[in-house]
C-alpha cells in the first residue's frame, strides 16, 4: 500500500492534542479514555506524534498484528535504548525464551504451587485479623499491608530469589514502567537509582544467586538444555519480577477496591464463591493495571478503515478498550455475573501475559480466604494513587472488614 501522506489530518486520523502522561490524567484516566474511543477507531496524539488505538476491536487486530506493529522498537514511546527483555522482541527471536517460560509458568506448574501460596495468604490475614472475634471490624490498607505482599514475597520465593531488601523490586519495576513512557519526571526522578536497582537484580538473578528448586533456577536449566542462550537468562529472569509484580499489586488492589465499592457484587462472590475467579478477572477488566505500551508500524497499515504509515509509534490503549461499550454492555459497571473473558488487561497475541496464571493463582488464594473470614468490606478513607507513565497505581486504599 503506498501512503501519498504522512499527515494524518490528510489520512483523515483525528489529532488529540489531549496528554494521557499528564498528572491529572494519571489520577483519572477514564476521561482521556472516552476520548480517544470518541475520536475514532485511530487517533494521533500531537504532542508526543504517537498514534494511538482505544476502542476494542481495532486493539484486538492491532495486538494480533505483531509483523505489522512490531516490538523490537521497543514499547515505550522512545525507542529501545536498554537490553531486549522477551516484551522488547518479535518471532522468530521471541519464540524460544517465550516457550520457555510459558512452560514454566504453565496453569499446571502454578497449581502445584497453591498450597504455598493459600499458606502465605492465611499467615497474612492471620496477622491482621487473628485477635479480632466474630463480627468485629478492623481497619487495613488494602495495598500496603494485602496487595503489596504476595507479589514481594510469595511470587520472588517461587522464583528462588533471597528474602533480602524485596521492597527494592517495586521500585525497579516501577522504573521499568515509567520509561515507556515519554521522559517527564517520573522518569527523571527514578534515573538517579536505576543503574543501582538495575545491576541489584541482575545479580540476584545469576544462577547461583537463585535457589535450586524456583522458576529462576528452571530458566537456567533451560539454558543448560540449550533452549535459550546463557547470556540471556539472568535478564529473563528479572523480567519476570519487572512485568509481574508491580502489576500483580495493582491488579490486586483494584479488584479490593471493586468489591468495597460494589458491596452488593461482594454479597454474589460470598454467597457463590465459584465466581471468584470471574471477580478478578471483571477487575482486571474493569481497572486495567497496565494502561498503555507502544508499538512500531513496520509496514503502512490499515486499521479501521485508515492507515498508520510505516516507522510509527502506536499507543495500545488497554484500559479504554476494556471499556468500549462497543464491546461490554455497561462497560463501566463492576459485575462478577458478565463474562469478562477476551478482555485486554494481559493483553492479546503473541505478547500475551506469560504471568497470567501466576497473577490468577495469588487472586484466587486472597479472595478464598476473604469469602471464608470476611463478611462486608467497605472503603473508609481517601484512595490515593500512585503516578506511573503506563500503570494504574495505587498508594492507599484504606479499609474496612467486617469479620464472620
Ligand atoms: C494482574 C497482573 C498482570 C497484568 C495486568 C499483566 C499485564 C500484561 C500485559 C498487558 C502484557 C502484554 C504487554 C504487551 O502487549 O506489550 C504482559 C506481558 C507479560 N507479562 Fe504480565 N501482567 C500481570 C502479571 C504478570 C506476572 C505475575 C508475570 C510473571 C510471572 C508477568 C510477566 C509478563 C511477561 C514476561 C510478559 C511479556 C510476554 C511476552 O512478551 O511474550 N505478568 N503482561
Given at each position: 500500500?503506498?501512503?501519498?501522506?504522512?499527515?494524518?489530518?490528510?489520512?483523515?486520523?483525528?489529532?488529540?492534542?489531549?496528554?494521557?502522561?499528564?498528572?491529572?490524567?494519571?489520577?483519572?484516566?477514564?476521561?482521556?479514555?472516552?476520548?480517544?474511543?470518541?475520536?475514532?477507531?485511530?487517533?494521533?496524539?500531537?504532542?508526543?506524534?504517537?498514534?494511538?488505538?482505544?476502542?476494542?476491536?481495532?486493539?484486538?487486530?492491532?495486538?494480533?498484528?505483531?509483523?505489522?506493529?512490531?516490538?523490537g522498537a521497543g514499547v515505550g514511546i522512545r525507542d529501545l535504548d536498554a537490553p531486549k527483555g522477551l516484551l522488547q522482541t518479535d518471532p522468530p527471536l521471541h519464540d524460544a525464551p517465550r516457550e520457555v517460560l510459558q512452560e514454566i509458568l504453565s496453569a499446571r506448574a502454578l497449581r502445584a504451587m497453591k498450597e504455598t501460596c493459600m499458606t502465605r495468604v492465611t499467615d497474612l490475614l492471620h496477622e491482621h485479623l487473628s485477635d479480632a472475634p466474630k463480627g468485629a471490624t478492623v481497619e487495613i490498607d488494602g495495598l500496603t499491608q494485602i496487595a503489596h505482599v504476595l507479589p514481594v514475597d510469595f511470587f520472588p520465593d517461587a522464583s528462588g530469589i533471597d528474602e533480602s531488601a524485596r521492597d527494592k523490586f517495586v521500585d525497579f519495576a516501577d522504573h521499568n514502567f515509567n520509561t515507556a513512557g515519554p521522559y517527564n519526571d517520573l522518569v527523571k526522578a527514578g534515573e538517579c537509582k536505576a543503574p543501582e536497582l538495575a545491576s541489584w537484580m541482575a545479580q540476584k538473578c545469576q544462577r547461583d544467586a537463585l535457589r535450586p528448586d524456583g522458576f529462576g533456577a528452571d530458566i537456567w536449566a533451560a539454558a543448560d538444555r540449550g533452549d535459550i542462550l546463557h547470556e540471556n537468562a539472568a535478564l529473563l529472569a528479572s523480567s519476570l519480577i519487572a512485568a509481574g509484580v508491580d502489576t500483580t499489586i495493582y491488579g490486586i488492589a483494584g479488584m479490593l477496591?471493586?468489591?468495597?465499592?460494589?458491596?452488593?457484587?461482594?454479597?454474589?462472590?460470598?454467597?457463590?464463591?465459584?465466581?471468584?475467579?470471574?471477580?478478578?478477572?471483571?477487575?482486571?477488566?474493569?481497572?486495567?493495571?497496565?494502561?498503555?505500551m507502544l508499538r512500531k508500524s513496520s509496514v503502512d497499515l490499515q486499521i479501521g478503515g485508515v492507515v498508520i504509515p510505516a516507522g510509527q509509534k502506536v499507543l495500545m490503549c488497554y484500559p479504554a478498550a476494556n471499556r468500549d461499550p462497543r464491546r461490554w454492555e455497561n462497560p463501566d459497571n463492576f459485575d462478577v455475573t458478565r463474562d469478562p473473558s477476551g478482555h485486554l488487561a494481559f493483553g492479546m497475541g503473541v505478547h500475551q501475559c506469560v504471568g497470567q496464571h501466576a497473577a490468577r493463582l495469588q487472586a484466587a488464594c486472597l479472595l478464598e480466604q476473604l469469602i471464608e473470614r470476611v463478611d462486608t468490606i467497605e472503603l473508609v478513607g481517601e484512595v490515593k494513587y500512585h503516578h506511573n507513565n503506563v500503570l494504574r497505581g495505587w498508594s492507599s486504599v484504606p479499609r474496612r472488614f467486617t469479620l464472620k
Open positions: 500500500m503506498t501512503v501519498t501522506s504522512q499527515c494524518p489530518v490528510s489520512q483523515g486520523i483525528p489529532v488529540l492534542d489531549a496528554d494521557p502522561f499528564a498528572a491529572e490524567c494519571l489520577e483519572d484516566p477514564l476521561p482521556f479514555q472516552q476520548q480517544l474511543r470518541d475520536a475514532g477507531p485511530v487517533a494521533y496524539l500531537s504532542k508526543y506524534g504517537v498514534y494511538a488505538i482505544g476502542r476494542f476491536a481495532e486493539l484486538s487486530e492491532a495486538l494480533s498484528n505483531w509483523q505489522g506493529l512490531i516490538s477496591y471493586a468489591l468495597a465499592t460494589n458491596p452488593e457484587q461482594w454479597e454474589l462472590v460470598k454467597k457463590n464463591p465459584s465466581l471468584a475467579r470471574v471477580a478478578f478477572d471483571e477487575a482486571l477488566r474493569w481497572s486495567s493495571p497496565v494502561q498503555a
